[in-house]
Every structure is written in structure tokens, then in C-alpha cells.
T-cell receptor, first 112, second 113 residues
Framework: QKEVEQNSGPLSVPEGAIASLNCTYS??????FFWYRQYSGKSPELIMS????GDKEDGRFTAQLNKASQYVSLLIRDSQPSDSATYLC????????????FGEGTQLTVNP | NAGVMQNPRHLVRRRGQEARLRCSPM?????VYWYRQLPEEGLKFMVY????????ESGMPKERFSAEFPKEGPSILRIQQVVRGDSAAYFC???????????FGSGTRLTVV
């Protein structure tokens, strides 16, 4: 089992739809969770962080965390073509010390 | 307030040469991380450093790779005797504390020919 696993892509949604990106992690004691966006050929950009159970909203982005289920998700409302990128889930796990462990990423395409 | 600065952006080396990658963290950030990303793959942790200390190098290959973060100057990732399999994007990231998310630099794209 991978330490951080993301739903397999690629994911394609029409413009204006909700894109749902999912991530599970193996270490139950994990404390910090992050979502990064990476455009092709560019570096990852931090878009959301979440530390406690529940929802956290920032503009069109909502992160959801369920520690009991070891699950974190990212919802993108009113998806735009500019949201087309690879989304990386990252977890700070007790077993990994003080570093982030990244999932393989989910490639999202928003079709006009 | 400049972000994480990496140089060079692109680096071409012949097999057997040395590659030296530099990273200056954001002002106020004392934690530096190096990650490698192969084409169409995820980010793989290499090493975590603070000033003058290697905190975690569990992701570094045992041979040919080394990293440092001296008291003065940027962090350096050094790859000796490069091979074609070292061709990848190398990203440096920094944070003010281990519990915070990272800010990534633009990366160095290393090509070994």
C-alpha cells in the first residue's frame, strides 16, 4: 500500500462543473495535509492546507478531512479551463519525520 | 520578498561530470527540502536540511549524491559522476517550520547526455 494514494486519473470535467479529487493516507497519526497544483513544466504551488476534521473553504476550493477514515479531498467548484493541472496531495506523517510525503498526483482537465 | 530561488533553471551535463544545484530559501525560512521528479511521476523526497545540519537524508541515494546547507550561502545538492538516470527535475522547497506547507522553487531541469 502506498503511503499517500490519489484517485487515478486523468479526470476530465466540463467547464462550470465540480471537480472532486481524493486522497487516502496510511499513517493514522498524520497531522498536516496539503493540496498542491502543478501546471505542466512548472513547480508545485500550495493551494490549500487543512489540519483538523471537517471542511475548509477558500474561494472556489474546499478541502475536506476525515482522520478516522484517513481521507482528504479537494473540491473545485465552477471549474475553469485554467484549473487544468496536476493536483498533488501531500501529508506530514508521523512515520516520515518532518517531511511531506506526496501522492502521485491526479491530472485534471477542464473542457470549455 | 523573493520566493525560493533555484539556479540554474536548466543544466546539461555529460555522463561522468558533476552537477551542482543551488537553492536559496525564502527569507525567514530555515527548513530546506530537496525533491526529485521524474517525467510523469510524483515528487520523491531526497533530503531535509536546516542550517549546517542534515536532518533527514533517507531519500538520498547512498552514492554520488550529497547535500549541504552552510551557515552562509545557499543550499547545494551535488551529484557526482552523473548518469542518464539522473535526468529529472530537482525541486527545492522551504518552510518556516516543519508543520507548515512548503514553498517550492522553480526547479532545476537536469539533462544528462
Amino acid at each position: 500500500q502506498k503511503e499517500v494514494e490519489q484517485n487515478s486519473g486523468p479526470l476530465s470535467v466540463p467547464e462550470g462543473a465540480i471537480a472532486s479529487l481524493n486522497c487516502t493516507y496510511s499513517d493514522r497519526v498524520s497531522q498536516s495535509f496539503f493540496w498542491y497544483r502543478q501546471y505542466s513544466g512548472k513547480s508545485p504551488e500550495l493551494i490549500m492546507s487543512i489540519y483538523s476534521n471537517g471542511d475548509k473553504e477558500d474561494g472556489r476550493f474546499t478541502a475536506q478531512l476525515n482522520k478516522a477514515s484517513q481521507y482528504v479531498s479537494l473540491l473545485i467548484r465552477d471549474s475553469q479551463p485554467s484549473d487544468s493541472a496536476t493536483y498533488l496531495c501531500a501529508v506530514n506523517m508521523e512515520t516520515s519525520g518532518s517531511r511531506l510525503t506526496f501522492g502521485e498526483g491526479t491530472q485534471l482537465t477542464v473542457n470549455p | 520578498n523573493a520566493g525560493v530561488m533555484q539556479n540554474p533553471r536548466h543544466l546539461v551535463r555529460r555522463r561522468g561530470q558533476e552537477a551542482r544545484l543551488r537553492c536559496s530559501p525564502m527569507k525567514g525560512h530555515s527548513h530546506v527540502y530537496w525533491y526529485r521528479q521524474l517525467p510523469e511521476e510524483g515528487l520523491k523526497f531526497m533530503v531535509y536540511l536546516q542550517k549546517e545540519n542534515i536532518i533527514d537524508e533517507s531519500g538520498m541515494p547512498k552514492e554520488r549524491f550529497s547535500a549541504e546547507f552552510p551557515k552562509e550561502g545557499p543550499s547545494i545538492l551535488r551529484i557526482q559522476q552523473v548518469v542518464r538516470g539522473d535526468s529529472a527535475a530537482y525541486f527545492c522547497a522551504s518552510s518556516p517550520d516543519w508543520a507548515y506547507g512548503y514553498t517550492f522553487g522553480s526547479g532545476t531541469r537536469l539533462t544528462v547526455v
